[in-house]
């Protein structure tokens, strides 16, 4: 019974499956400068979608998300399937980052890593040559606006490779990514602590030429009830350099994490994916068990400063727990302390720069 | 063949249901002062909606409403059950009126009883506890924040109770509840005549403190072909009156209906949801019936006047058919007319604050 | 396995199927007076509905677009089947045009011809008698209020038949169609080149009483692996003419077109439906095969031209692939010149009313 539910033609011809997950967060938050403080309820994500197959190795998806009175589509694409390797069209994530490959229903945490919205990981349109393994995954793509309704002119090229295997006890990940965005505007990179219902607290502002390069590094482990993963990642904004005009603005960040699974489940990496997934859960509170109950803790880091810009730097602590009712119900809970160094929006940070943001959050989590 | 379609794993674990509805309305409305006269088309409701188990004691129901080019989330919430009663977090309605707890596609007339938009019951976010068996049911909630994306400030605390029980031929009903709001802003208390594509002829606009206290009763009854139900409902607008300032302002409404199957058929009344449910429809069109009709009478009053406030009195008269062709379609179809007193706003009204409007609507509904 | 996927119970009486198509467009145009250019991409079309049988001669469609963050309700309705034929109530296109009542999803081209949107072929709000068999269409449709928060005002009347048969190797099918408007504003007659992604260089704006009458024929036919259509239509905009008030502008286009399967496949005449539909594919790439080919031409014209009004004329080549990869995906490529002449528009065209548009476009589609 765990996988989840589909429909299919008996010949495997067609297939079809409705997805949906509902994220409702209850939210507190304060910044020790006095000029931020917040509590509330929001659905953070609430999500709809049908995924398939229109006829054996055509894959579809198309997933919209209801966000107050407006609807985003999200992952909406089509993907052929090659004896070289898949070729998908339409909306999708650029390949990158471990904690933005792995979907929201799967992180470790309420939030991902700062880099991951810091440096606008993010659904673009394009199409992409993706191929893999039970080891090993590699995607490359190209992508052309970044809207739904592009004008022109704007151009990504990303790609990603990942290895993993088994080891005793466990598995190991590690892979690489970069991304090389042109764009007819200007970038700016910000970020929140991390709760949603938040501020933002660094934040460059538009800088630079409107092209840039990321390039990131990537590691993940699982070993019995124990994970870790970890990410460094490095964004050349092209001449957005202050100090030295012309050259670039090297911003970067980068997490460690870890967890353990008190009741002795494990966190599924999954080498095939490039990507963490849903743990099993060895006594689902329907069965009158427990549950799955993980403790997690987070050293996540941003820096927005340098070479005369003075977006910031977030230095993040967080700690959590994650209370699996069954594979698709989870209860999130997060405390995080979040210190503010060197950012340059004085309504938000004083004259020094300086802050510290302390949030909490509850997320009631299902999915099916 | 009559209970509605579903999806579910032969386990039992995992279950899922594709919802949906779509009222189109035809409505012509116009009142006597000759301020106001407006038919044409629209799409009441048109919703789609899922629920299901995400394994077994985890219910989810995540629902959205499209009105005109907006997206709005209906029911949203996930749901435990436990040998203590069921918690439910999300959006959803307070626990308030048996007019608002049952379904608009099994409601007895076109739009429901003035109180409960006037008084604002609505689904806002928090979370409840529930209970209940056979004959009876209970509900205590707490929600924060009114919206999906709420800053601060606003708490609601609400609850109901109902018992009912079989008796010789039928069915009967009885209910209270009470709902407290504290908020940053202001209330107002405003409602249409019975039709939904009209203006509002009464409306205390914002008033008092931004808390207020509601606690109503209800009954219901079912003999036969017969049925009847009847709320009454008191608010008090905390520190809204202008007669004696820093007192409550006291709203009061409520109604009385009857309605009689000709074609035979009962209304489902549940006692243990406290809400009027679908009926069973004899002999549907599909089989060469003529379907369920059923006629129908309220009587519906709200008084937003008192203390120096304004908003002014609506006595309804409402005649009515429905016509169910199988359980799951039907065509309603609704003569009011309302009597309007002591309402301030002139432009709709008059100098004198009385009108009268007349209004027809002819609606084709069908739910899945 | 061919008949696309669908849920129901054994005794027929409830059926439910979830529909849905998603394409994605990459689109280059420029014109020859240098004074447009625009590439990009674009989800043309992102849509996910319903439809079935709540309790069999009753059935509904609900079918809603995400453009952007805006959703639109496209068909939504409910049809009951009587032995005088059906009655739709809701949302629907008016019974015109050939190119506009074959699905989107099996139009042979990116887009439907200049007249469709020009003469403002869409869905209204309304009730529609409709019957028909094997060989004819037979519907009549009163509309009221031309969106879905109508005001008061707005009618219009429609119908169209078509007959059609088979014939040795192939079938053919003619039509004719009429549309009536009475609207309390003005119409304008407007229309892109031949893409989506596109400024429009011929525009009426807005003329007349706010009345126009349209009628049309069509014609169309496939003879083995051979297919052809056209139109023709004209639309009298009511006491539009400039150059002798009171009466009315004529305004007309039409198309004729050709499309060749290379790989042998035919495309699908309904004669029952008076529309084209989805060819079946011989060898399926999914079987290793090469899918489906068709190459495509069409000369479309559009005249809003004439009596004063000079919103001009557009005169298109176009051609084009449908690679069928599967029934449900295929990949469409159009190359189009238009010619414009006589527009008054000059930022677009020049003082000399004259322009030329080429526009290239790539289509991935998929729908299930």
């Known amino acids: ?26 939210i507190t938050v304060s910044d020790s400068d006095g000029n931020f403080s917040q509590s509330g309820t929001e659905f953070r994500t609430a999500r709809l979608g049908i995924e398939g197959k229109a006829w054996k190795d055509t894959k579809y998806k198309f997933e919209i998300e209801v966000d107050g009175n407006d609807v985003n589509v999200k992952d909406a694409y089509m993907q052929f399937k090659t004896s070289m ?15 933005e490959q792995t979907s929201s229903r799967h992180i470790s945490f309420l939030e991902r890593a ?13 199409i992409m040559w993706s191929n893999g393994d039970s080891n ?8 052309k606006g970044s809207t739904t309704d592009s ?7 990303a790609g990603r490779v990942t290895y993993g295997d088994k080891m005793d006890g466990g598995k190991w990940l590690v892979g690489g990514s970069f991304r090389d965005r042109s764009s007819d505007g200007q970038f700016r990179y910000r970020q929140r602590p991390h709760v949603h219902l938040s501020d933002r607290f660094v934040n460059t502002d538009r800088i630079g030429n409107g092209d840039d390069f990321f390039y990131g590094v990537e590691g993940a482990i699982q070993y019995g009830s124990f994970y870790s993963s970890a990410e460094y990642g490095i964004l050349n904004a092209k001449e957005a350099s202050v100090s030295n005009p012309g050259s670039d603005a ?25 990507a963490w997934d849903r743990p099993k859960v060895s006594n689902p509170v329907y069965n009158g068990g427990m549950g799955a109950l993980a403790v997690t803790a987070r050293y996540d880091t941003l820096d927005l400063t340098g070479d005369g810009i003075y977006g910031g730097e977030m230095d993040t602590w967080i700690i959590g727990l994650n209370w699996y009712l069954n594979r ?38 299902v999915d099916w």
Chains 1, 2, 3 share one sequence.
Not at 85 to 99: E, H, R, V, Y
């Open 328 to 365: 698709h119900s989870r209860i999130v809970v997060n405390y995080s302390n979040s210190s503010i160094d060197g950012a340059f929006d004085v309504s938000a940070n004083g004259a020094d720069g300086k802050n510290s943001v302390d949030a909490f959050g509850v997320r009631f989590q």
């Open 114 to 126: 700062s880099i991951t919205d810091a440096f606008g990981f993010a659904r673009q349109t394009g």
């Open 1 to 26: 019974a765990e996988p989840a539910f589909g429909l299919a033609t008996d010949d495997g011809l067609f297939e079809m499956n409705i997805r949906g997950r509902l994220y409702t967060d209850y």
């Open 85 to 99: 390797g898949s070729i998908t069209a339409g909306q999708f994530k650029t390949p990158n980052s471990l904690d």
């Open 151 to 157: 004008g022109s002119g704007d151009t990504t090229i």
């Open 136 to 143: 090993y995954t590699a995607k490359l793509g190209v992508f």
């Open 250 to 274: 090297k911003l970067h960040g980068g997490y460690i994490d870890i967890g353990y699974f008190v009741t002795g489940e494990s966190r599924t990496l999954k080498t095939d994916k490039g």
